[in-house]
């Protein structure tokens, strides 16, 4: 299934993506960010970091609720930004430690975010 999504910019090193989300709330510079964690036992693990662009501190705010009125549109983008990043740097599956309490927090924010959106089931990459 096609979903619509917003246009990207993407950082040289493949890691930042950027996008205009676009709703009654005007314009609002979102970013994801791909962080690498550590490798365990031959598997490289990411964090991702998804939220309003703070132009003023440098920083992604993965805590803010927009309510701009296109959260199917935005979340999209992200899946997308998800499997544009994963051929370029990751050989194996993007994976987390949902234990680990620094990956919990990025969970619970992403949880949130994502609570009433339906997405289309991605198929499971088996070894």
Same mark, same amino acid.
């Given at each position: 299934?096609?979903?619509?999504?917003?246009?990207?910019?993407?950082?040289?090193?493949? /890691?930042?993506?950027? %996008?205009?989300?676009?709703?009654?709330?005007?314009?609002?510079? !979102?970013?994801?960010? %791909? +962080?690498?964690?550590?490798?365990?036992?031959? #598997?490289?693990? %990411?964090?991702?970091? /998804?939220?309003?662009?703070?132009?003023? #501190?440098? #920083?992604?705010? +993965?805590?803010?609720?927009?309510? $701009?009125? +296109?959260?199917? =549109?935005? #979340?999209? &983008?992200?899946?997308?930004?998800?499997?544009?990043?994963?051929?370029? !740097?990751? $050989? !194996?599956?993007?994976?987390?430690? =949902? +234990?680990?309490? /620094?990956?919990?927090?990025?969970?619970?924010?992403?949880?949130?975010?994502? =609570?009433?959106? &339906?997405?289309?089931?991605?198929? &499971?990459?088996? =070894?």
């Amino acid at each position: 299934m096609n979903l619509d999504r917003y246009t990207f910019e993407v950082s040289a090193d493949n /890691f930042e993506y950027e %996008f205009i989300s676009n709703g009654p709330k005007g314009a609002i510079k !979102k970013r994801v960010r %791909f +962080d690498e964690l550590r490798a365990q036992g031959g #598997t490289r693990l %990411f964090n991702l970091a /998804f939220g309003d662009w703070e132009a003023v #501190t440098q #920083t992604i705010d +993965d805590e803010v609720v927009s309510n $701009n009125g +296109d959260m199917e =549109k935005a #979340t999209s &983008t992200l899946q997308e930004a998800v499997w544009q990043m994963k051929p370029a !740097k990751v $050989n !194996k599956n993007i994976v987390s430690h =949902k +234990d680990d309490p /620094f990956i919990v927090k990025k969970r619970e924010a992403a949880e949130r975010l994502l =609570k009433n959106v &339906t997405l289309p089931e991605v198929p &499971t990459v088996k =070894k």
